[in-house]
């Protein structure tokens, strides 16, 4: 997975010793609300995690401003299994990964929903159903063919409709299949060949249910 930048906000030594173990994460702190927001104007966060007690006023400073308001947050809980364990980052780490992809995928829906209404997110989330098997097919072909122009040309399509949806983990997968294919490195990408399957499947699975929740 690509670096991604997240804002903890308000939590305990814990949780920052978790997320310090999650090293696909670029993890800014604040305590205030208002120094939050301006790590948030700065920076732009994909994600901001805050903990379940807090009063919900960096919340609603962040709604407020224009280029912070679709930054997506994160409830984190206190009650069992919500917090990381001593010597258990790994499942935080992936707990996390899996919250980010949720509102991803959230975020992506809801633009498209704007952009085009109901109808346009539907053809969107069927195109990406429908066409993803068969470039991921194409990818698996290139590879045990060693074709690395067809492996590419899989992973760019591929790459560009999940961005389009907020699938990230394909996205990002399909982001660095396609970089290795390019630069002359083709045979690097068969260890992430079954990964991006994987991570398909979960898209997959996510957005047939937001499909079928449709209107």
Do not use: Y
Not at 48 to 54: D, K, P, Q, R, Y
Not at 170 to 181: G, K, P
């Amino acid at each position: 997975m690509a670096i991604r930048k997240l804002l903890l906000a308000d939590a305990d030594d814990a949780v920052r010793a978790a997320l310090e173990s999650v090293d696909s994460w670029h993890t800014f702190q604040a305590v205030e609300p208002a120094e939050a927001l301006a790590i948030c104007e700065a920076e732009r966060p994909d994600v901001v995690l805050v903990c379940a007690n807090h009063d919900g006023a960096l919340c609603q400073l962040l709604q407020g401003k224009r280029a912070t308001a679709r930054i997506p947050v994160l409830l984190l809980g206190t009650g069992a299994g919500q917090l990381p364990r001593a010597g258990d980052p790994d499942s935080f780490g992936l707990r996390l990964r899996s919250l980010f992809e949720a509102v991803k995928l959230d975020g992506a829906v809801a633009r498209l929903h704007e952009l085009g209404g109901v109808t346009f997110v539907r053809e969107m989330i069927d195109l990406f159903l429908s066409h993803g098997p068969t470039r991921l097919e194409a990818a698996r072909r290139g590879e045990q063919a060693g074709d690395w122009p067809a492996v590419e040309q899989a992973a760019h399509s591929l790459k560009s409709s999940a961005a389009n949806l907020g699938a990230v983990s394909v996205q990002d997968l399909c982001d660095r299949i396609e970089s290795l294919a390019m630069s002359g490195r083709g045979p690097e990408t068969s260890p992430l060949i079954a990964p991006l399957e994987e991570a398909f499947a979960a898209a997959k699975d996510g957005l047939q249910a937001k499909r079928d929740a449709l209107p």
